[in-house]
């Protein structure tokens, strides 16, 4: 072999692995990292477009990419439809595609819900201009979990620069049925990319299956994330609308050990009024929730947990801290219930894995 060939072989050989390296992107086994500034490298870098991920994503989600139909929605008619409700209708049961709709700005007074049989289903709006899917429902009228404004009960669902809220008024402790939830989310295999929820009271019902929220900011009064889903909250902020009454962040509903059930909150900020907020309660016995390297404002109440009345929810249940800052991330004085976590401890629950990421997480969509 000549010199000039042997180069060009060891040539070859660094651009195919340099190939491969790009190609297998998403690392279920990546942690997110400790500084704020490298957590968007870190998300492009291991989560790649679908392109170069196929054979590790879901099948079914590769071949309805592959086939995305784009319906526009405009309240001035310049669209395909002037309502979200008439879009989803027009979808068949049993899709296998990815739908987009692009959703014009505007308000958007419908109660919207999208049936399991719809899945691969993608809502898009511009950050500028971004659509308010808004409706009154409370708690009274249509049970808790059923007053959201968007319900979605399908699989791989998806959300970017799209507000939800729900309009009714906030709870005065007094009327009964008073809640009013902006989503409720049950269908398996979620992403929410800057995304606003606005409520008062239980916000986001994250009802159950794998879900990821990321750049999303999510307000709310009591319980305003709710609920027994596995989900992971990356650099998103929590906004408290406090007063003098108690205020709470987060009620998980995990049931026993054996549940996979768990929100992971990671580079989040705690921001809002207030100084008696909870991180979270124990709704359940085995209720499961982790702040890492987060910002938490003076709004929380130096307990920081609260086992919900039931001190034998102190040995079960799961109420993580690790590497947050701020005046409200001082442990001294913390609740019983409370665990900090150990470098060791914590690092099951910073890596994609914790979502099974590599199988169906994709970039933002582009609109």
């Known amino acids: 072999m000549t010199s000039k060939t042997r180069t060009f072989t060891i040539n070859v050989a660094i651009i195919v692995a ?16 400790a500084e704020r500034a490298e957590v968007d490298s870190w998300f492009n870098s291991n989560i790649g477009p679908l392109e170069q991920r196929k054979s590790t994503l879901d099948p079914a989600l590769v071949t309805a990419e592959a086939n995305a139909t784009i319906v526009k929605v405009n309240q001035d008619g310049s669209g395909d439809f002037k309502s979200i409700t008439d879009a989803i209708n027009s979808i068949p049961s049993g899709n296998t595609q990815r739908v987009i709709l692009n959703i014009g700005g505007g308000n958007y007074q419908e109660k919207i819900k999208i049936e399991k049989t719809k899945p691969f289903i993608t809502f898009i709006g511009t950050p500028s201009n971004m659509p308010n899917l808004t409706y009154g429902g409370t708690a ?72 990821f929220f990321k750049d999303c900011l999510i307000q709310g009064t009591v319980d305003f994330i709710f609920g027994n889903g596995r989900s992971l909250y990356l650099k998103n902020e929590l906004r408290v609308l406090g007063n003098a009454e108690m205020t709470v962040i987060v009620a998980q509903a995990r049931k026993s050990e054996s549940e996979k059930s768990l929100y992971t909150f990671v580079h989040c900020d705690v921001t809002g ?38 001190p034998e929810y102190d040995k079960t249940s799961y109420f993580g801290e690790y590497m947050n800052t701020g005046p409200g991330a001082d442990t001294k004085g913390r609740a019983p219930i409370t665990r900090q976590l150990t470098d060791a401890e914590v690092k099951p629950f910073l890596t994609l894995g914790s979502i099974e990421a590599s199988k169906w997480l994709l970039p933002p969509p582009k609109a």
């Open 273 to 310: 009024t207030g100084t008696g907020t909870y991180l979270g309660r124990a709704w359940m016995a085995y209720s499961k929730v982790i702040f890492a390297y987060s910002t938490l404002s003076s709004v929380l109440n130096p307990l920081g947990w609260s086992n919900n009345r039931h």
């Open 18 to 33: 340099l190939f491969s390296a790009n190609v297998v992107l998403s690392d279920d086994n990546a942690a997110v990292p």
């Open 140 to 211: 009274q009228e249509y049970g808790t979990v059923d007053s959201a404004t968007l319900i979605v009960e399908s699989d791989y669902f998806v959300a970017s620069n799209i507000m939800i809220s729900n309009s009714a008024p906030r709870p005065d402790g007094k009327k009964s049925g008073a809640q009013a939830v902006a989503m409720r989310i049950t269908g398996d295999k979620a992403a929410f990319y800057n995304c606003k929820f606005l409520g008062f009271q239980d916000t986001i019902c994250d009802d159950k299956n794998i879900h």
